[in-house]
């Protein structure tokens, strides 16, 4: 399937009421939004890049209007620079369309910048929740003790 058809089938199955101009009309307006161009509609999938892929996949999800989004690892397949970039647009959409994320991954760093929440999963389990800088500024389980210190830090050299 192109992309126009795959950003479309969300569209039809979940919003009936929307006229295929009103449907196109709001895929236009989102694919600007996520910083691709127009003619991207008429490619396949497999012709991009990963962020430009991810972003293909972000359209998608918001083609439907939804309040939630659950992002499982959506920058783990991607390079540093792409992966801040992906990050900055979600906090973009967020702002300007007030859709909420929820947010799955093992990398704190995407924590730290992207949530105000945060749930410590640990054996399945929530093993400590709270604000996002109370629970990584002053971590009570030693689950989120051991993700913390897992993460690299530059140590300073100057004596």
């Known amino acids: 399937m192109r992309v126009l058809e795959i950003l479309q089938e969300g569209q039809v199955a979940l919003l009936p009421g929307l006229s295929a101009s009103a449907r196109r009309a709001g895929i236009d307006k989102l694919i600007n939004q996520v910083g691709l161009r127009r003619d991207s509609l008429a490619r396949y999938p497999h012709e991009f890049s990963g962020g430009q892929r991810q972003r293909i996949a972000i359209t998608r999800a918001l083609a439907v209007e939804p309040e939630l989004i659950i992002c499982d690892e959506p920058t783990s397949a991607l390079d540093v620079s792409v992966q801040a970039q992906i990050l900055d647009l979600l906090r973009?959409?967020?702002?300007?369309?007030?859709?909420?994320?929820?947010?799955?991954?093992?990398?704190?760093?995407?924590?730290?910048?992207?949530?105000?929440?945060?749930a410590v999963m640990q054996q399945g389990r929530i093993g400590e929740a709270g604000l996002a800088d109370a629970v990584l500024r002053s971590p009570r389980s030693e689950a989120t003790k051991s993700l913390l210190a897992a993460v690299p830090r530059i140590l300073s050299l100057a004596r």
């Open 92 to 118: 973009d959409l967020q702002r300007e369309l007030g859709v909420s994320y929820l947010f799955i991954t093992h990398n704190i760093g995407v924590v730290e910048y992207i949530a105000d929440h945060v």
